[in-house]
Structures are given as C-alpha cells and as structure tokens.
C-alpha cells in the first residue's frame, strides 16, 4: 500500500505563478523525498529533508516537512513551461530498511 | 557516465511468453531496484538487491523473478507473462537515501 498521498492530483498555473504540492504519509519516517517525472522518462531526484529538518530549499524549491501531522509541500516559485511534469513524494519508513514508498503523484502543467 | 541504463525501451509479449529485462548502472551502487509504474498510481516496488548475489521481494513480487550476479546489473525476469503485466517498468539504484532512476522499459502484454 502507499504511504505517500499527493494533493492535488492535477494543478494547472500560468508561467511566473508558484506552485504548491502537499504530501501527507502514515508511519514515522526518516527522510522525504521529491521526485520529478517528465512525461516518458524516468524519475529525476529533486530534493531530500530529513526527519529532523522543518524546511529546506533548492533553487526555486521549496520544501517543509511536519512530522507531527505526517506532511510536507514542495512549493515551486516563480514557475516555467518547463516545470511542467509529474511530481511525487516518497517516504522512507523507519521500519521498511533502505527502500522508498511513493505517492500517486501530481501533474503539475504551467501554461505559457 | 552512462547512470542508469535500461534494455530494452519497449517490448510487446504475447500471454505466457517469458522475457529479461537488463538494468545497469556505472556508478558502483550497491542498492538496486524494480519498480513498475500504472497509469495514475505512484511506482511500486517489486524486487530490490541490497549488494551483489543478494534480492529481496518488494510490495508487488508475484510472477517476477530477479538476479544480481554482478554489482552493475540487475535482471528482472517475466516467466510467463500476463495482461495484468502491462506497465512501465524502471530500474533505480542508490547509494545512500536518493534514488537514480533509469529511462524506463514499456511493456504491453496482449
């Protein structure tokens, strides 16, 4: 079963706007992960935060992790047709040793 | 470096037909991962190999089989392949926490 469920399943924006993505996922963990897909490639490593992190940034990322209610955004600010993709979070659960659990993802299109 | 490779790019099989696909990576990981991606769902894990001569079953097992006889490779097997196998397939290996993805192996089972 999945432990990471993405919100919205679908965010359409204008380029220059941002985009928000929330992530929420069941058991402890010890880091989050984002991922990005463009449409017929394979997945492209984003950013990492661990447990003990609340917040990190990359560039035009933006990520928060809340342990206590089990969730994390990935805000992407100032946004480009490029950005247009798939974005999924994945979960290391304490308990599944060195293996992630991903979300169903969103698809995230910036119109131009 | 190469990354992460994937042979073939797409294959269609008929029912009961059996098949490999190859991944290889150049980056000397010793983690390495199956996954297969369904329309509107996340990947999911199949198999995964924690160092050479070494697998473990993941999330979604049934009717796969793998291999790791050598460090840079990981075989995923297909005895007799089902519909219900029709999906995108990666490879990903790792040597800590981030995950490197290759381009993905499409397969259609008819």
């Known amino acids: 079963s999945q432990q990471g469920e993405e919100d919205p399943q679908a965010l359409s924006i204008q380029e220059g706007e941002n985009a928000t993505m929330n992530c929420s996922y069941k058991?402890?963990?010890?880091?989050l992960q984002w991922y990005r897909q463009n449409s017929g490639r394979g997945l492209v490593h984003l950013i990492l935060?661990?447990?003990?992190?609340r917040e990190k940034h990359s560039g035009r990322l933006r990520v928060t992790l809340d342990t206590s209610k089990k969730s994390s955004s990935l805000l992407i600010t100032a946004s480009r047709a490029a950005d247009t993709a798939s974005y999924f979070c994945?979960?290391?659960?304490?308990?599944?040793?060195?293996?992630?659990?991903f979300g169903a993802g969103t698809i995230l299109r910036v119109k131009s | 470096n190469a990354g992460v490779t994937q042979t073939p790019k797409f294959r269609v099989l008929k029912t009961g037909q059996s098949m490999t696909l190859l991944c290889a990576q150049d980056?000397?990981?010793?983690?390495m991962y199956w996954y297969r991606q369904d329309p509107g769902m996340g990947l999911r894990l199949i198999h995964y190999?924690?160092?050479?001569?070494?697998?473990a079953k993941g999330e979604v097992p049934d009717g796969y089989n793998v291999s790791r006889l050598k460090k840079q490779n990981f075989l995923l097997g297909l005895e007799s392949a089902a519909p219900s196998q029709t999906s995108v397939y990666f490879c990903?290996?790792?040597?800590?926490?981030?995950?490197?993805f290759g381009p993905g192996t499409r397969l259609l089972v008819l």
């Open positions: 190999s924690v160092g050479e001569g070494t697998t």
């Open positions: 058991t402890s963990i010890n880091n």
């Open positions: 980056m000397n990981h010793e983690y």
């Open positions: 994945a979960t290391d659960p304490r308990e599944y040793g060195n293996k992630l659990v």
């Open positions: 990903a290996s790792s040597y800590v926490e981030t995950q490197y």
């Open positions: 935060i661990r447990s003990n992190e």
